[in-house]
């Protein structure tokens, strides 16, 4: 290979003390092109700094162990991005880089290097929002430089001299106490907030040496930067040393307002300055911002009273330290972070106390503090010792790994009420630790969510003994059946071992897994006993006591020939003891034999959790099944009211009496029934308890045959996946159920795979699709019953280089990222009041101007319905686009005011990618496309800059 060597000569345009922290980076495998030279860059000491490790001694700065640069051979989307390396062993004033490179005549020059890749409009990288600067300097990781473009002689062996330049502006905040009492603090944490954004993703534009202007801060915007401090970096304050913190450069304009909030040991600090004049914060150069306090503006942090052996709501960072075990909650909600769940983090019940601890058992991740990779944060060890991490930039991933690098690392700050905002400090750009509620999970997403509280373990927890509930007190069985099983609900049940055992010889094969005890019997072959067996169902854990509870298994005795197995059972609901199973769709109980099920059926509310009385709504069905055929039946109602109601439901039945007293209502059958069956209850329904008197025969003394299960799926039966694959649930219902029998799931495509049966839901993963929209079919099947087949619909993977939002063959899908290009058909949608802007009305700037969608996993059916209201968005220049709706007009504000303009010609926008829930769509006077939700002006418009964001944000929905 060719050495081409040559010398680097920088400039610096602030003369300022710079100092970075360390980053340790992980290497990537270069592209795997042959013609390839190796590059040696022979440095002079910096003036300035580099993203990794650059470091300062007093005035004279250094190349550090590990600085890098990045280097690409063409300005287009998709360059081939390389990086070179300082191959010193010990930080020098001159050292040299070292790397490879596709041979070219040009090559481009950049600090720091990036994984984020390359674009035509340059190289993309990041101003942090949070940054870790040092007492004397800004954070190394935020500063931004850029080099001439390095050209080769014609014989290839030298290269012109390499000057740099740095991009971002630099503020130097000065905190000036005129308290008398922060005198001896340090800053541990300091933010800035502006009327306009600060930090986010740039284009670098090598070829001019310069930020793409026009782009500006395209993706993961923010208006507060935050500057966090460790013992080791953190300045004591003196009214003159000062936070340092680079921002995209700007004019911050008169009459606009900046908030500045910090936090000491001791005390909070917040100052919101009105703007007397313009601030010019100009690239490359030092703007000190001097900030006056009064008594006004700071506030004592009131003493931590911790309470011991508890975990305590942390209400401010300075409670945190490494090595302290702490437990991640939702801050709204009884829920803390569970175990790992594929991607993501389950969701489990605690207590909340009034006095800001809360009470967890065994299901609850508890985590340890260690120190981070990048300065200034922590990174979470899970009890198997691997570590959180924020694993996507696509998708709302929370893994865990055995290493520690930048995104395990998540700088934590915490505001009013104990709320802890942990971000991770890697490439990875879903990077936020947030609760789902809708979805109840724990995970990392780029925007919205419920917010999070950390609650810190003081003194010794003591976990509780497990809790062992079993569905039934009597399981009864067949005279010839050989297998069974019981439900088993446990909690606080982590590290104990569950066992069952029996010293009656006829059940055998006694074991617990997945919530359930199974048994084998052998046959009874009696004709005159039934046979029960005790079983001891026992928790064990070293050093605790073991903790047992009982159930019998009744085996029928064998018919005598013509004979009827007849009894009586009796199931109750004064508590879940005698439940099976329970969800939204279905609850199941059964005692001495006797099944009672209640569907959701064309209820408008969900199966209630409840008990005591069990409460069952208008619309629901009931199923009730004995041993065999049934004579009698009676209700017990929790009231004459609730009687009367049943009543009124059961009406007739064919050859039956029923009767009401008080609040019981008896049926009792000429003709014995396989089972009784209310298929509508017509009002709600409170139930105590029901009797069952069964060994009636319906044909001639014979024994009824059983009647067949049926196996029914009770959610959608098309799930609609999204191109980035997800984690679907498939619900269903079995009636007559077979005791030892259990649902299998399956998939004709590959890529549906990995399925989980409960007794009530399937759930499975689906993966990543890249190509083409395809359809699997997921079957369930349960034998005796006719199998149930499920359509899996995924949307096409994005092949257009990965700009573009995922979308499918025949929807509407959200858009969730930037795309390179805005062009093509879309729904202006408002989806927390599932409208959208109704593009096919001749006048369009109207009240009410919205048709209503459904909207299922960010995708809305694209029916003709919906194809008839949607806009088409075209590029109308470098930065502009024109939207024109679907009855041929189009639409803009040519001034800053609230209404919306309407053409036969193109009007111009500029559309810019807050957030998937933001598309901010302004005119060119300045007024952005919004909607309003108020009662009487319900619309799509636009409204002007000063109030636009009184209105509700827009989301984009692409046909592909």
């Not at 208006?223 to 009214?239: F, G, K, L």
């Not at 569907?599 to 099944?625: C, M, Q």
């Not at 029901?690 to 009636?696: E, I, K, Q, R």
């Amino acid at each position: 290979m060719k050495k081409i060597f040559t010398k680097m000569m920088l400039w610096a345009v602030a003369a300022t003390a710079l100092v970075s922290c360390e980053n340790n980076f992980n290497d990537t495998t270069v592209n795997g092109d042959t013609n390839l030279v190796k590059v040696t860059l022979t440095a002079d000491k910096p003036t300035v700094v580099s993203e990794n490790r650059t470091e300062l001694e007093g005035t004279t700065p250094y190349w550090s162990v590990g600085d890098m640069i990045g280097v690409y051979t063409a300005q287009e989307k998709d360059a081939d991005n390389y990086y070179l390396t300082n191959d010193a062993t010990e930080r020098a004033t001159i050292t040299t880089f070292t790397g490879t490179t596709a041979l070219s005549n040009t090559l481009y020059v950049y600090y720091p290097y990036t994984t984020n890749g390359i674009a035509a409009l340059g190289a993309k990288v990041d101003i942090p929002t949070q940054q870790a600067p040092t007492a004397t300097s800004f954070d190394g990781k935020a500063d931004i430089m850029i080099a001439k473009p390095v050209t080769l002689d014609a014989e290839g062996n030298q290269l012109s001299d390499l000057e740099f330049a740095r991009l971002g502006a630099i503020v130097k905040v000065v905190l000036k106490d005129n308290t008398s009492t922060l005198a001896g603090q340090h800053v541990k944490t300091l933010a800035m907030t502006a009327a306009s954004n600060l930090t986010g993703r740039v284009y670098l534009d090598v070829v001019n040496q310069k930020l793409n202007e026009e782009e500006g801060l395209y993706y993961g915007e923010s208006n507060t930067v935050t500057a966090i401090y460790t013992e080791a970096t953190q300045y004591e304050m003196d009214n003159a040393n000062a936070t340092y913190i680079i921002v995209y450069p700007q004019t911050l304009a008169s009459g606009s307002k900046l908030t500045f909030n910090a936090q000491t040991e001791g005390y909070t600090i917040t100052k919101e300055i009105t703007l007397s004049q313009d601030i010019d914060l100009a690239r490359g150069k030092v703007t000190t911002l001097n900030v006056s306090l009064d008594t006004n503006n700071v506030e004592e942090i009131e003493t931590i009273e911790w309470v011991d052996n508890a975990y305590n709501l942390v209400p401010n960072i300075t409670g945190l330290a490494v090595g302290d075990k702490v437990v991640i909650a939702a801050a709204g909600y009884n829920v803390a972070m569970g175990k790992q769940n594929g991607d993501y983090r389950d969701a489990v019940a605690i207590t909340k106390n009034e006095n800001s601890t809360i009470e967890i058992d065994s299901t609850v991740e508890v985590l340890t503090l260690v120190e981070g990779s990048v300065e200034g944060t922590f990174a979470f060890q899970t009890s198997d010792n691997k570590y959180l991490y924020a694993a996507s930039s696509s998708s709302n991933n929370l893994k865990s790994q055995t290493t520690i690098d930048a995104n395990a690392s998540f700088a934590i700050t915490i505001g009013e009420n104990g709320v802890a905002t942990v971000t991770a400090q890697g490439s990875n750009t879903r990077n936020i630790v947030k609760y789902n509620n809708s979805n109840p999970r724990f995970s990392c997403y780029s925007s919205g969510m419920q917010d999070i509280c950390i609650y810190k373990l003081v003194g010794e927890y003591v976990v509780k003994d497990p809790a062992i509930t079993l569905s039934v007190a009597n399981a009864v069985i067949a005279h010839d059946a050989t297998s069974g099983e019981v439900a088993v609900t446990t909690t606080n049940s982590d590290g104990w071992a569950i066992t069952a055992t029996t010293d009656d010889t006829w059940v055998s094969d006694l074991a617990y897994a997945d919530g359930k005890i199974t048994f084998s019997a052998t046959v009874n072959e009696s004709e005159t006993e039934e046979r029960t067996a005790t079983v001891n169902v026992t928790a064990t854990k070293a050093d605790y006591e073991n903790v047992t509870t009982t159930f019998t298994i009744t085996q029928n005795k064998k018919q005598a020939a013509g004979e009827v197995v007849s009894g009586e059972g009796t199931i109750s609901f004064a508590s879940t003891a005698q439940r099976l199973s329970q969800d939204n769709n279905q609850q199941t109980w059964s005692n001495d034999g006797i099944t009672f099920v209640n569907n959701k059926a064309s209820a408008s509310s969900n199966v209630a959790n409840y008990s005591n009385p069990v409460r069952l709504y208008s619309g629901s069905s009931i199923t009730v099944t004995a041993p065999s055929n049934i004579t009698k039946i009676v209700f017990d109602a929790n009231s004459s009211s609730y009687a009367n109601a049943l009543n009124s439901s059961i009406g007739t039945p064919s050859g039956a009496t029923v009767t009401v007293s008080s609040d019981k209502v008896t049926i009792e059958y000429s003709t014995a029934v396989e089972s009784v069956v209310i298929a509508k209850l017509s009002a709600k329904v409170y139930l105590d308890a029901l009797t069952v008197t069964y060994g009636g025969s319906s044909e001639g003394g014979e024994t009824p045959e059983t009647p067949a299960p049926v196996l029914a799926v009770t959610s959608a039966t098309t799930i609609n996946v999204a191109a980035a694959g997800d984690v679907p649930t498939i619900t269903y219902t079995i009636t007559n159920p077979v005791v030892g029998q259990s649902v299998t799931a399956s998939a004709n495509q590959t890529w549906v795979h990995g399925f989980e049966v409960s007794s009530t839901d399937v759930t499975f993963y689906v993966d990543e699709n890249t190509g083409a929209a395809r359809e699997a079919t997921v079957t369930l099947s349960y034998e005796g019953a006719e199998s149930q087949t499920v359509t899996i619909s995924q949307a096409a993977g994005n092949t257009g280089g990965g700009d573009e939002p995922e979308q499918g063959g025949t929807h509407f899908v959200k858009v969730t990222s930037t795309p390179s290009d805005w062009s093509g058909t879309y729904l202006i949608v408002y989806e927390t009041g599932k409208v959208a802007f109704d593009g096919s009305l001749a006048t369009l700037d109207a009240v009410g101007n919205t048709k209503t969608v459904t909207i299922s996993n960010n995708q809305i059916e694209a029916t003709d319905a919906m194809k008839a209201i949607a806009f088409t968005i075209a590029k109308s220049g470098d930065a502009n686009y024109s939207i024109k709706s679907a009855s041929g007009k189009y639409i803009g504000r040519s001034t800053d005011s609230n209404e919306l303009d309407e053409s036969a010609t193109a009007l111009n926008n500029t559309i810019a990618f807050a957030s998937a829930d933001d598309i901010t769509i302004k005119g060119t006077g300045g007024a952005y496309l919004r909607y309003n939700s108020a009662s009487n002006q319900v619309r799509f418009r636009y409204y002007k800059s000063s109030s636009y964001s009184g209105q509700q944000a827009i989301q984009l929905y692409k046909l592909n």
